[in-house]
C-alpha cells in the first residue's frame, strides 16, 4: 500500500533500519529485527541505502524482506548522488519486481573528498524524484528542522523542501532533532511556505555516550545544554544513560503527539529492544489516558 494513503487515515508508526556493513553478512540479523518490530504492529519500516549505491543489493533486499516476508509496508531510501541514469533504472526495476511501492528520494552525504562532478547526473534530491516521476511510486523527501548543513538559513532550505513537493514529494521525514521545538518551527515556516504535505518527525534515541560527540557532525541535530548535562550525568552508567534516553524519546514522542504530529519515525539503530521499550511506554501512557477519560465520564457524564 501507498504510505500516503496510510497517513491519509491515521497517525503513523514505523522505524528506520539499515543493511549490514559487509554485504550480506549479517542480513540475517536484520531480517530477526524486522521480525521483532512486526510484533509492535509498525505502519510501515524504511530501509537506508549508502549514499554511493554501496549496498544497492542489501536496500532491495532488505526492503523485500520487510514488505513479502514480513507483510509490513516498506519505504526503500534511495539516493542520486555518483548514480547514473541506469544504476537507478536497474535499481527502480528490482524494486518494482518485489512490489516496493514507497521510496525516499534523497540525494546521499557527499564524500569529504568530493569533486564537482560527484552528484552529476542527479545534482539535488529533486533531480531523482523528477526523473521517477512517472514510475508508480509513492515518493517522500528528507527535511530538516535545524536547516541543511550546506543551506545558509532556514528558509533557503524551506525553498527546496517546497521544490521537493512540487516535484512529486507526497510526504516528508524530518532528519533527528532533540528539541521539539525545532520541529514546530519547521512544520509552521513549511505551512506559510505553502508545503502542504505530512511532515514526520524523525526521533533517534540518545543511548550511548560515545555517540554524543558525533551527532551534531553526523546530523545537524543540536542537543539541548540540559538534556546533554543528564546525558553526562550517567556517562559511567552505560545501563541508566540508555534507560534515560529512552524516556527523553518517550517525553518528545508524547509532545509531538499531543501537538498533532502525523506520525513518529524511529531511528532505533537496528535494536528492536528499543523500539520495544519506547513502544511499552508509550502504551502505558494510552492506557493511563484511557483510563482517566474513562473516569472523567463516568464521574461527570462527559
Ligand atoms: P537535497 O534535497 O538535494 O538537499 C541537499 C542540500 O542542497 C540542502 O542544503 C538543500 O537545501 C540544497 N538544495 C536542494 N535542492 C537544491 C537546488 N535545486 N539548488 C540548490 N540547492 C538545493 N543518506 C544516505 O546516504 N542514505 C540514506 O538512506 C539516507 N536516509 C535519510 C533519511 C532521512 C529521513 C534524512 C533526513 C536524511 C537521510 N540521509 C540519507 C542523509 C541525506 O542524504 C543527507 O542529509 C544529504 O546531505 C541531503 O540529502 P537530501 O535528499 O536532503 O538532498
Not at 142 to 169: F, I, R, T, V, W
Amino acid at each position: 500500500m501507498k504510505i500516503d494513503e496510510i497517513l491519509k487515515k491515521k497517525r503513523t508508526l514505523s522505524f528506520e533500519v539499515f543493511p549490514p556493513k559487509k554485504g550480506s553478512l549479517g542480513i540475517e540479523k536484520i531480517f530477526k529485527t524486522i521480525d521483532e518490530l512486526k510484533a509492535l504492529n509498525p505502519d510501515y519500516i524504511s530501509v537506508t541505502y549508502g549514499a554511493g549505491g554501496s549496498n544497492r543489493n542489501s536496500n532491495v533486499e532488505i526492503a523485500s524482506y520487510i514488505k513479502n516476508q514480513a507483510k509490513i509496508e516498506a519505504l526503500a531510501h534511495l539516493t542520486g548522488g555518483p548514480s547514473s541514469y541506469s544504476d537507478i533504472d536497474e535499481i527502480v526495476k528490482k524494486l518494482h519486481s518485489e512490489g516496493i511501492e514507497n521510496i525516499l528520494a534523497l540525494r546521499g552525504d557527499k564524500p569529504i573528498d568530493f569533486n564537482d562532478d560527484y552528484c552529476k547526473t542527479f545534482k539535488h534530491a529533486t533531480d531523482l524524484m523528477e526523473y521517477l516521476k512517472d514510475e508508480d511510486f509513492t515518493l517522500a523527501g528528507a527535511c530538516y528542522p535545524e536547516g541543511h548543513n550546506e543551506c545558509e538559513s532556514l528558509y533557503e532550505d524551506l525553498a527546496h523542501m517546497k521544490e521537493k513537493e512540487q516535484a512529486g514529494a507526497k510526504f516528508f521525514v524530518t532528519q533527528v532533532f532533540y528539541d521539539n521545538e525545532y520541529y514546530y518551527r519547521l512544520v509552521s515556516e513549511a505551512r506559510k511556505a505553502g508545503i502542504k504535505s505530512p511532515i514526520i518527525p524523525g526521533i533517534m534515541p540518545l543511548v550511548s555516550h560515545k555517540s554524543i560527540p558525533s551527532i551534531k557532525n553526523m546530523c545537524g541535530a543540536s542537543i539541548p545544554l540540559d538534556f546533554r548535562n543528564m546525558l553526562e550525568v550517567y556517562k559511567d552508567d552505560p545501563e541508566l544513560l540508555e534507560e534515560f534516553g529512552i524516556n527523553y524519546a518517550v517525553y518528545q514522542i508524547e509532545d509531538l503527539i499531543a501537538k498533532g504530529a502525523p506520525g513518529i519515525h524511529l531511528y532505533i539503530m537496528n535494536r528492536a529492544s528499543i523500539a520495544k521499550k519506547i513502544y511499552e511506554r508509550l502504551e502505558n501512557v494510552f492506557s493511563k489516558l484511557f483510563w482517566y477519560i474513562s473516569y472523567c465520564i463516568f464521574l461527570f457524564g462527559i
